[in-house]
């Protein structure tokens, strides 16, 4: 069985590859190297010694897409590719709608022609935008503050239309929670170019001293602490969460939407206080006022994905705070 992961060479792509390879999937990248390394392939081939395709390319150009789909028997794909940084999309909204639009229906399109309907999409939470209760399940009403998780929420509906218009397509749509953590071997990880937005990668960097300080953003949620709660997903559980959908759409058919979250909610000083116990490691920080679009409590009822995708997470935050460190560790 074949698959093609577009953005395969990104930080959650690269852990799902690593995880298709394990179970003897045929892997294939298309990755325009935009947001990552092309040495990513190298370390995904070092860490399960199978040989992965990469094609250096852009998922809106039609042509090169059908030069990998002229070159390969793809039997499924995982679309991953797309920009993703909330505060961006806020500033550029029209870079963020053209290519995370575009990129979705040329891909679509290209499929269409070479007869392959088996998708799974990298959604997010961010489509509920502020949850008006938690635990979030997918039922939950989806309103997005970003023109990211805008373009998340469109494409979603247009991957409805488009099984809707056509039920041959088998589609399964991954709301993920807050992704952090890396592979035990510490070859691949996140890796964000520039100063982190996200809490994690911002944590490592204060912990290898690249930056001075952590701001928590605001202590006067109504939280156990008082600072942010979030559902923290080890990203290997995460990359596990795509096999499941990979083996959904060879079981079932249709169109199934799912959460991939812990259930379980921490607030930003109990991820803060875990790392630095952990890894024996001391992170400065101070509490400075709330970051705008920040939402109190986001976590998720994972229920569906157990009886769908028989999907559960099994690694802890303790886990997530140790692989995170010893990636940065690994790759300072
Ligand atoms: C987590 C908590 C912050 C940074 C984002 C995107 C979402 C998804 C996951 C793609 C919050 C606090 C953070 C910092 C802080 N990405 N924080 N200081 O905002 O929950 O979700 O990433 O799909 O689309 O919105 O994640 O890591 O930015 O923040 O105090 O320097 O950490 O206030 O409570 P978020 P995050």
Same mark, same amino acid.
């Given at each position: 069985?074949?698959?093609?992961?577009?953005?395969?060479?990104?930080?959650?792509?690269?852990?799902?590859?690593?995880?298709?390879?394990?179970?003897?999937?045929?892997?294939?990248?298309?990755?325009?190297?935009?947001?990552?390394?092309?040495?990513?392939?190298?370390?995904?081939?070092?860490?399960?010694?199978?040989?992965?395709?990469?094609?250096?390319?852009?998922?809106?150009?039609?042509?090169?897409?059908?030069?990998?789909?002229?070159?390969?028997?793809?039997?499924?794909?995982?679309?991953?590719?797309?920009?993703?940084?909330?505060?961006?999309?806020?500033?550029?909204?029209?870079?963020?709608?053209?290519?995370?639009?575009?990129?979705?229906?040329?891909?679509?399109?290209?499929?269409?022609?070479?007869?392959?309907?088996?998708?799974?999409?990298?959604?997010?939470?961010?489509?509920?935008?502020?949850?008006?209760?938690?635990?979030?399940?997918?039922?939950?009403?989806?309103?997005?503050?970003?023109?990211?998780?805008?373009?998340?929420?469109?494409?979603?509906?247009?991957?409805?239309?488009?099984?809707?218009?056509?039920?041959?397509?088998?589609? @399964?749509?991954?709301? /993920?929670? +807050? %992704?952090?953590? =890396?592979?035990?071997?510490?070859?691949?990880?996140?890796?964000? !170019?520039?100063?982190?937005?996200?809490?994690?990668?911002?944590?490592?960097?204060?912990?290898?001293?690249?930056?001075?300080?952590?701001?928590?953003?605001?202590?006067?949620?109504?939280?156990?602490?008082?600072?942010?709660?979030?559902?923290?997903?080890?990203?290997?559980?995460?990359?596990?969460?795509?096999?499941?959908?990979?083996?959904?759409?060879?079981?079932?058919?249709?169109?199934?939407?799912?959460?991939?979250?812990?259930?379980?909610?921490?607030?930003?000083?109990?991820?803060?206080?875990?790392?630095?116990?952990?890894?024996?490691?001391?992170?400065?920080?101070?509490?400075?006022?709330?970051?705008?679009?920040? @939402?109190?409590?986001? /976590?998720? +009822? %994972?229920?569906? =994905?157990?009886?769908?995708?028989?999907?559960?997470?099994?690694? !802890?935050?303790?886990?997530?705070?140790?692989?995170?460190?010893?990636?940065?560790?690994?790759?300072?």
């Amino acid at each position: 069985m074949s698959v093609l992961v577009t953005g395969g060479c990104g930080y959650i792509g690269s852990h799902t590859c690593v995880e298709l390879l394990n179970r003897n999937y045929d892997v294939v990248i298309v990755d325009n190297l935009s947001n990552s390394k092309r040495s990513v392939v190298d370390k995904i081939e070092e860490i399960t010694h199978k040989n992965v395709k990469f094609y250096e390319d852009d998922v809106c150009d039609k042509d090169a897409l059908r030069k990998i789909f002229n070159e390969n028997k793809i039997d499924m794909v995982i679309h991953f590719a797309g920009f993703k940084a909330v505060g961006e999309s806020v500033l550029n909204p029209m870079k963020y709608y053209r290519n995370n639009l575009v990129s979705t229906i040329c891909l679509c399109e290209v499929m269409k022609e070479y007869n392959c309907k088996n998708l799974v999409f990298s959604s997010s939470a961010t489509v509920y935008g502020t949850p008006r209760r938690v635990p979030i399940k997918e039922t939950a009403h989806l309103s997005t503050t970003n023109p990211y998780g805008t373009t998340k929420l469109f494409i979603e509906r247009i991957l409805t239309d488009l099984y809707k218009s056509d039920n041959e397509w088998n589609i @399964v749509l991954l709301r /993920y929670f +807050n %992704p952090i953590g =890396a592979h035990e071997s510490g070859l691949i990880g996140e890796d964000p !170019n520039g100063i982190p937005n996200n809490l994690m990668p911002y944590i490592v960097k204060v912990a290898t001293h690249e930056l001075n300080e952590l701001s928590v953003f605001g202590n006067d949620y109504n939280t156990k602490d008082g600072t942010g709660v979030r559902d923290y997903i080890h990203v290997v559980d995460l990359a596990i969460g795509h096999v499941k959908a990979i083996e959904k759409i060879n079981k079932s058919k249709g169109l199934f939407i799912y959460n991939l979250g812990t259930g379980k909610g921490y607030s930003v000083l109990e991820v803060l206080n875990t790392f630095m116990k952990v890894n024996n490691v001391d992170v400065k920080y101070k509490i400075v006022g709330r970051r705008s679009g920040d @939402v109190a409590s986001c /976590y998720a +009822n %994972p229920e569906k =994905a157990l009886k769908g995708l028989g999907f559960k997470t099994t690694k !802890n935050l303790e886990e997530m705070c140790r692989d995170a460190y010893n990636f940065a560790i690994k790759n300072k």
